[in-house]
């Protein structure tokens, strides 16, 4: 099964990115959503069906480490 894809997306860089180190940029589309790093856009991004990225989300909110 292939990936969606994600090329024309409206990348959006994460409120929990650094200034200068640590970015990310997420996007979403009716399919799922995708994560990759803001200096390395050429190395693709990961993807995610909406199930995935919510339970992602849910499990990064409360992690208690924060």
Sequence with gaps: MNAPSFDAADWRKSSY???N???VEVAESAVGN???DTKHRDLGALTFPGP???AF????Q???RK
Aim: charged letters at 25%.
């Design 57 to 60: 989300l849910n499990t990064a």
């Design 21 to 23: 180190t640590n970015c």
């Design 62 to 64: 409360s992690d208690p």
């Design 34 to 36: 995708a994560m990759r």
């Design 17 to 19: 990115s650094g200034r």
């Design 52 to 54: 995935e990225w919510r």
